[in-house]
């Protein structure tokens, strides 16, 4: 593709050389063509819009982060783009299911068990002092560890998005946790559940 060219004028392989490029009009116009098959697609296995969109998003991502995993010579990027929105709307319903059947059975857990007022305002003030103690770590351990712990990310990715090694990171998050345990520990909170 020559530099500069305008996407809408190129096909699909050449769509995916210059998304490789780092060209994010190149995506656009790869979104422009397919999004629309694509959620198409994802809907009609997922029945719901929302998760079909989030679909959407996650194919059309793993094509900017990864374009080298498209072969022209295996098919059309459009069958390509198809096929990975099928495989993740997939898992995308298998995790639903499975979160249901979780949440099911935690309510009927909860229900057995009965309300227990006391371990409730117990459990709440033990999560005020986690904020606390939190909130008093310096600046990097703490925005670490919300990045991997509150927010799912894994070092790796907790990394990238604070643009220092992983090395740096994984260190400010063991010496952020041991600062949290040690404050936890003055606060009476001693992961056992046993109250000061």
């Known amino acids: 593709m020559v530099v500069g060219a305008d996407v809408r004028d190129v096909g699909d392989a050449a769509l995916v050389v210059a998304i490789g490029r780092w060209r994010e009009d190149a995506l656009a116009e790869a979104y422009r063509r397919h999004a629309g098959a694509v959620y198409a697609l994802a809907c009609r296995v997922l029945s719901d819009g929302a998760l079909a969109e989030e679909v959407v998003q996650e194919v059309f991502l793993r094509l900017w982060r990864q374009p080298d995993r498209f072969d022209p010579d295996r098919g059309s990027l459009r069958a390509f ?114 109250e000061p």
């Open 81 to 194: 783009l198809l096929a990975h929105a099928h495989g993740r709307a997939i898992d995308a319903l298998r995790s639903e299911s499975s979160r249901r059947k979780r949440e099911e059975r935690e309510a009927r857990s909860t229900a057995e068990a009965g309300y227990d007022l006391e371990r409730e305002v117990w459990d709440l003030a033990v999560a005020e002092r986690v904020k606390d103690a939190l909130v008093r770590l310096p600046a990097e351990e703490r925005r670490a560890i919300e990045l991997a712990y509150f927010d799912g990310h894994t070092y790796r990715e907790v990394a990238s998005l604070l643009g220092q090694p992983e090395g740096t990171v994984k260190s400010r998050i063991r010496t952020g946790l041991r600062r949290l345990q040690v404050r936890l520990v003055t606060y009476g909170v001693t992961g056992t559940g046993a």
